[in-house]
């Protein structure tokens, strides 16, 4: 289920596997009553809209940044659902499949994940930007007055969103919101649990010469335990569900240089994108999204992806 340029936008059938579902980017399957499989297809979606063409190449990025960050998280003390990435490690039902999977999956342990998205901003940009300039806060965050476009914040914030269902829009909610939907223990402990991952990508990331100016998170917990432990799942730090600058040519009211798929938002703006109607990106914007990919991704981890 490749398109023209060999990017794989759907993994489609897998004897032995139950296909559980399909997100935006990657296609779940159940491996067994507590495991999943998460493969990460080449499918790019932008606005919530999933394009008619893929990034050949960039689920597998996705999926190997996202193991490169757990682990290191891992080294800090944070419990996260991978259970292996390695195709020889897994069972019998995955590995007949190495061929579509390797390099592009997670072994993981099933979640219950919570109805919220936790995303962490130190820089105002984006949507926080948007509901800054109408209102002044985000998320019920109250901010100083008179920050510009791109302007570090004077610390890192939780901005919690919905999570939409396909084809709907995640949209911000106040911390007082999600407080009412997880309670109010477990709302403070996303909170710091994501603004602990937060700082310490920043800080990783800083040192390579990168601003991590956003980020988004999931956590979920054990089905079926009385456990409220909070497992880090989802994907985790990747160019698509974050904002990575680079600090040599951070300037303050304008837009920000970026390693990450606001250059897809941008050119789609530049078309005028309805935010609505799925299509193809331009070849060239395919090549240049890839290189950034590819660019973020060897910064961070000093390494090539494996494509
Ligand atoms: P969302 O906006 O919820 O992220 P999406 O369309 O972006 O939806 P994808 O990111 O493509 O979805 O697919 C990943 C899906 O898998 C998400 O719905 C996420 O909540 C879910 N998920 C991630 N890790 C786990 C896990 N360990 N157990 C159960 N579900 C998981
Ligand atoms: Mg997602």
Not at 74 to 92: K, Q, S, V, W
Not at 157 to 185: R, Y
Not at 256 to 273: A, E, G, M, P, T
Request: with cysteine; glycine share 8%.
């Amino acid at each position: 289920l490749r398109d023209g340029s060999g990017a794989l936008c759907a993994t489609g059938e897998l004897a032995g596997l139950r296909l559980l579902a399909s997100g935006k980017v990657r296609d779940l399957y159940e491996v067994s009553d507590t495991e999943l499989l998460v493969v990460s297809t080449d499918r790019i979606s932008a606005f919530d809209v999933i394009m008619t063409n893929g990034i050949a190449g960039k689920g597998k990025i996705l999926s190997q940044l996202t193991v490169f960050w757990l682990k290191l998280l891992e080294g800090e003390g944070i419990a996260h659902h991978l259970i292996t990435a390695n195709i020889d490690e897994m069972p019998e039902s995955c590995r007949q499949h190495a061929h579509i999977l390797d390099g592009r999956s997670m072994l993981v342990r099933k979640l219950q994940m919570l109805p919220v998205e936790a995303i962490v901003r130190g820089y105002i940009t984006g949507s926080g930007w948007v509901d800054y300039q109408a209102t002044g806060s985000v998320c019920g965050h109250v901010l100083p007055e008179g920050l510009e476009l791109c302007a570090k914040l004077p610390n890192p914030l939780f901005t919690p969103s919905t999570k939409a269902d396909l084809g709907d829009h995640d949209e911000n909610i106040t911390v007082e919101q999600c407080t009412s939907m997880l309670g109010d223990g477990p709302s403070r402990a996303v909170s710091s649990l994501a603004i602990k991952v937060y700082q310490f990508a920043s800080a990783y990331a800083a040192e390579r010469g990168i601003l991590v100016a956003d980020t988004k998170m999931e956590f979920g917990i054990i089905p079926g335990t009385d456990s409220v432990e909070l497992i880090l799942g989802d994907e985790v730090l990747t160019p698509d569900c974050s904002r990575y600058w680079p600090q040599a040519d951070y300037a303050v009211g304008r837009d920000q240089d970026s390693f990450d798929k606001q250059y897809v938002r941008n050119f789609l703006k530049s078309i005028n994108f309805d935010k609505k109607t799925p299509l193809e990106l331009p070849p060239e914007v395919v090549t240049k999204t890839l290189g950034k990919y590819n660019a973020i991704f060897k910064m961070l981890t000093g390494e090539e992806p494996r494509l």
